[in-house]
């Protein structure tokens, strides 16, 4: 089963503006990590932020951490329309293998 | 190789066969890992290795899924006795340490519909 929840589910901006997406996790992480998935390619690590770390950026990436809620938040600035994907928090299992435990997406549209 | 592979890029199986799906990682990864994402949702855990070691297979859903990478590098994903419910991307990743977290890079996935 999926640990992380992610909203908005859709997400429809212009190019320009700014779009936020979040993430709530259930169990204790060693590191959160964001990626983004194009309509037919795999999936591009964007950013990892690990549990000590309540900010950092990234480009036009800012991405938070608050581990006492048990939620992250992405931030992309200035959007573009190749920013149109679906974004996925991911988190750690701990233990030995490092496995990552994905949230259910967010689609993100950016119009011309 | 420049990144993870994958072949078949698509598959399409009659209910009942077998499927064998091929990853090949970046070249002196330790770690591979394979996943399964159904339509519209996320990615979720199949298996782990470390070298040719299968040292988590907890995600694996049935016994019909089988997982190998005798030498360390290839890893091949079997579903013997495919069924409707087996239909997603399978997506391949590796990553270079095993010790400690390193950023998992994916292969484009093979898109299996069991019809």
């Known amino acids: 089963s999926q640990q992380g929840e992610e909203d908005p589910q859709a997400l429809s901006i212009q190019e320009g503006e700014n779009a936020t997406m979040n993430c709530s996790y259930k169990?204790?992480?060693?590191?959160l990590q964001w990626y983004r998935q194009n309509s037919g390619r795999g999936l591009v690590h964007l950013i990892l932020?690990?549990?000590?770390?309540r900010e950092k950026h990234s480009g036009r990436l800012r991405v938070t951490l608050d581990t006492s809620k048990k939620s992250s938040s992405l931030l992309i600035t200035a959007s573009r329309a190749a920013d149109t994907a679906s974004y996925f928090c991911?988190?750690?299992?701990?233990?030995?293998?490092?496995?990552?435990?994905f949230g259910t997406g967010t689609l993100l549209a950016v119009q011309p | 190789g420049a990144g993870v592979s994958q072949s078949p890029r698509y598959k399409v199986a009659k209910r009942g066969q077998d499927v064998a799906l091929r990853c090949d990682p970046i070249?002196?990864?330790?770690?591979l890992f394979w996943y399964q994402q159904a339509l519209g949702q996320g990615p979720e855990f199949l298996t782990y290795?470390?070298?040719?070691?299968?040292?988590?297979k907890s995600g694996l859903p049935s016994d019909r899924f089988f997982a190998e990478r005798p030498e360390g590098s290839v890893s091949t994903l079997k579903i013997q006795r495919t069924q409707q419910e087996d239909s997603a991307v399978y997506l391949c990743?590796?990553?270079?340490?095993?010790?400690?977290?390193?950023?998992?890079?994916f292969g484009p996935g093979t898109r299996l519909t069991v019809l």
């Open positions: 990743a590796s990553s270079s340490d095993s010790l400690s977290y390193n950023e998992q890079f």
């Open positions: 169990t204790s992480i060693n590191n």
């Open positions: 932020i690990r549990s000590n770390e």
């Open positions: 991911a988190t750690d299992a701990g233990g030995a293998t490092n496995k990552l435990i």
């Open positions: 070249s002196g990864h330790v770690s």
């Open positions: 290795f470390q070298n040719e070691a299968q040292l988590d």
